[in-house]
């Protein structure tokens, strides 16, 4: 298991950027595949971004591509969601998850892949 802390949300104007953090515990984040995803209340948790436990591979949800960047430094034990070009739609709580995989460049799409989440940061967008 591994524990989740997701930080850098926050209130940001329409056209603004935000870098969001997913600081791991333990001395095997390198393990873990890692993922993000965003949940509007009342709606369904929607995937974000994921990144293979590598680094070597991304996928970007497509209608955020060229906006949302994921990566992590595995030194640090902390993976990224870089974030520009912020609309209100954008708008929601901002989770990251982590799932072990024994392939370098397996990446996982889906929230019931992921088993350790953490407790959500707030993105708030005006308009």
């Known amino acids: 298991q591994v524990q989740l802390v997701e930080s850098g949300g926050g209130l940001v104007q329409a056209g603004g950027s935000l870098r969001l953090s997913c600081a791991a515990s333990?001395?095997?984040?390198?393990?873990?595949?890692m993922g993000w995803f965003r949940q509007v209340l009342g709606k369904e948790r929607e995937f974000v971004a994921a990144?293979?436990?590598?680094?070597?591979?991304?996928y970007t949800a497509e209608l955020l591509r060229g906006r949302f960047t994921i990566s992590r430094d595995n030194t640090e034990n902390t993976a990224y969601l870089q974030m520009n070009s912020l609309k209100p739609d954008d708008t929601a709580v901002y989770y990251c998850?982590?799932?072990?995989?024994?392939?370098?460049?397996?990446?996982?799409?889906?929230?019931?892949?992921?088993?350790?989440w953490g407790q959500g940061t707030q993105v708030t967008v005006s308009s």
């Open positions: 998850a982590a799932a072990w995989v024994g392939d370098y460049y397996q990446i996982l799409r889906t929230s019931s892949d992921y088993d350790n």
């Open positions: 333990g001395r095997t984040f390198s393990t873990y595949a």
């Open positions: 990144i293979s436990r590598s680094g070597s591979r991304t």
